[in-house]
């Protein structure tokens, strides 16, 4: 991604805060159960994701195993095997999902399609939006995931290949391509501040900075 460019706003449904250092208990989880009807395999599929990031925020990405994700989800191991029969192949699914819910964020974002720099504004936008829900939770998520993903070089292959295409669109945004490529580093760089907490700007100067980007998209090369 991007690469990497995962920016933010990526994840499910919000969670209920914890006390720091108190663990949450465990939420009640419906009887495990194998029937995969013919209609309805992609809820189920995000329903397994879903449930993998629960198990990941609460319990941390070492204890995402394929029985934790199926207790979280309410199935049998079974059923999530029929969907992701690995570890691996379950973080690679919630990495695509990351990727798959950017790129709508793009697509939100965009307008005046075919003017200059119309692309890398929406890119800017749906990075800089200073009003994600829950960002703390993408934000431990985000970093999970990637951390576990770090390890596998192939559970980053698709990451890269999205950041390929993003850079790909960048460039040939009709801006001055050195300018548009560095505005998306801009971007990918917030996104590693907020993921990993260093020095990340408050929601005003998130929003001057997004302005600031946007308003070099327009300036003639």
């Not at 939006?129 to 980053?156: H, K, S, Y």
């Not at 801006?175 to 801009?186: E, G, I, K, N, Q």
Request: glycine share 8%; net charge neutral; proline share 8%.
């Amino acid at each position: 991604m991007s690469a990497l460019t995962v920016p933010s706003r990526r994840y499910s449904t919000g969670m209920e805060p914890t006390a720091p250092g108190k663990r949450r208990a465990p939420k009640s989880r419906p009887h495990p159960t194998n029937d995969l009807p013919s209609t309805g395999r992609g809820d189920t599929k995000s329903r397994i994701l879903n449930a993998a990031e629960e198990v990941v925020l609460r319990d941390g990405v070492a204890r995402l195993t394929l029985d934790a994700a199926a207790a979280e989800a309410g199935l049998s191991k079974g059923g999530v095997l029929y969907h992701f029969p690995t570890r691996d192949a379950l973080v690679a699914g919630m990495v695509d999902k990351i990727i798959e819910e950017f790129e709508r964020d793009i697509d939100s974002q965009l307008t005046g399609a075919g003017e200059p720099g119309s692309y890398t504004r929406a890119y800017i936008r749906a990075t800089m939006a200073p009003n994600a829900p829950r960002p703390d939770r993408e934000d431990r998520l985000g970093a999970a995931l990637i951390a576990a993903a770090a390890g596998q070089p192939a559970l980053l292959a698709p990451l890269q290949e999205a950041a390929d295409r993003w850079q790909a669109r960048i460039e040939d945004d009709g801006l001055d391509p050195t300018v548009a490529t560095l505005l998306r580093l801009a971007c990918d760089g917030l996104w590693l501040c907020d993921l990993f907490g260093l020095a990340r700007p408050n929601l005003a100067q998130r929003g001057t900075l997004g302005a600031e980007l946007e308003r070099l998209t327009q300036t003639p090369p």
